[in-house]
C-alpha cells in the first residue's frame, strides 16, 4: 500500500531496512529530501559574538543536558557574562531532574530556563538576542533549532551526532574543549575566527533546508 517512503536524512535512511517495513512492495521508491524551515518565518539580522547563548532543546540526557551543564560550569568559570537561555520541556525522569537541579544549585549557573512557548513565531522571538545556538544532542534526524538560528543570522555550536557530518559539516564539536573554543567571544573577536550571519542564512539556501527547495522535491515524488 505504500508507493514512496521519503527519508529527512542519510543517515536516517541508513538505519532503516526498507524490507522490514509493513506494506512494502516490489515497486516501492525511496527518496531523501533534506528537511527544511520556512525562512520568512525568522527574522534575519546581522549578529556577532557575545555572551548570550539560547539552547533549544528537550532537558533529557539524550539531548545531550549532561554536556551543557559541564560547559556552562566552564563559562562561569571564564567569565561570569556569559548566560544560557534554555527552551524547552523538562525531562520527567526524577534522577535525571535530580541530577539536573542539584548541579545547577551546587554551581550556581547562569541558566535561564522557559519551559514552553505558544505561538507560531515563539521560537523566532526566544532567539532574539542571543549570539549563539548551543546543540549538545547525542541524536538527530537534523535539528531544526540549528536551521533556526542559522535563519536569522546566529552562530550554530553544534554537537557531532551520529549524521552531523553530513547535514552541519565545519560547524561541529566533540569535546566540551571545542564547544567552550567555538562559544568564546574573544576568540571570535581577536582570534580570527568569523562570525558571518549571512554565511549561516545562505548556507540553508545552498543546502536545500529552504521550504521552496523542500516542496519542490516532493512535488516531483508525488508526480513520478
Keep these: 500500500c ?21 506494506g512494502v512492495h516490489e515497486g516501492l521508491k525511496i ?14 539580522a546581522e549578529r556577532g559574538p ?7 532543546s528537550e532537558r533529557w540526557m ?21 548566560k544560557i537561555h534554555w527552551l524547552g520541556k523538562r525531562s520527567d525522569y526524577q534522577w535525571e531532574l535530580a541530577y539536573f537541579d542539584d548541579f545547577i544549585e551546587y554551581h550556581k549557573l547562569p541558566i535561564e530556563f522557559t519551559n514552553w512557548l505558544d505561538g507560531d513565531d515563539a521560537v523566532d522571538n526566544f532567539l532574539e538576542g542571543k549570539n549563539y545556538l548551543l546543540h549538545a544532542s547525542h541524536k538527530e534526524a537534523f535539528s531544526a533549532a540549528t536551521a533556526e538560528a542559522m ?4 552562530k550554530p555550536v553544534l554537537h557531532r551526532f551520529y549524521g552531523a557530518d553530513d547535514l552541519w559539516p565545519g560547524m561541529t564539536w566533540d569535546s566540551i574543549d571545542e564547544a567552550i573554543t567555538a562559544l568564546d567571544a574573544d576568540f571570535d573577536t581577536n582570534k580570527g575566527q568569523v562570525y558571518d550571519s549571512h554565511a549561516y542564512r ?13 516542496m519542490k522535491k516532493i512535488q516531483e515524488v508525488i508526480t513520478l
Design 2 to 22: 505504500v508507493d514512496d517512503i521519503i527519508f529527512i536524512a542519510p543517515h536516517i535512511r541508513a538505519l532503516v531496512d526498507p524490507d522490514s517495513l509493513t
Design 31 to 44: 527518496h531523501t529530501i533534506p528537511h527544511a524551515i520556512d525562512l520568512n518565518r525568522y527574522k534575519f
Design 50 to 56: 557575545g555572551f548570550d547563548i539560547a539552547v533549544v
Design 62 to 82: 539524550s539531548k545531550g543536558a549532561d554536556y551543557i551543564l559541564q560547559i556552562a560550569l566552564k563559562l562561569k568559570q571564564i567569565d561570569e557574562r556569559y
Design 151 to 154: 535563519a536569522k543570522g546566529i
Design 202 to 214: 545562505d548556507y540553508l539556501i545552498q543546502h536545500g533546508y529552504d521550504l521552496p527547495s523542500m
